[in-house]
């Protein structure tokens, strides 16, 4: 961490917590186009996950059965 940034992690660790959530939300506000990414590959998942229930590849559980499953955990 350059000085820059560790003086102003200090400086901010000295808000009160009211103004440092709100620095901390601002900062992830900041950085949300990785969140886009994260986004496009559940996506990319959901869909291939189709695909493969459509195409017969999955293996599925009748939701009573799984149901039952937990309850005798």
Known sequence: MSPEVSDLLNRALS???EERAALANTLLDSIEPAQD???????K????????????RAVTVPWEELRRSFSTR
Request: no cysteine.
């Open 15 to 17: 808000l009160p917590a």
């Open 37 to 43: 990414s994260v986004e496009e590959a559940w996506d």
């Open 45 to 56: 998942e959901v869909a291939r996950r189709m695909k493969d229930l459509e195409a017969g």
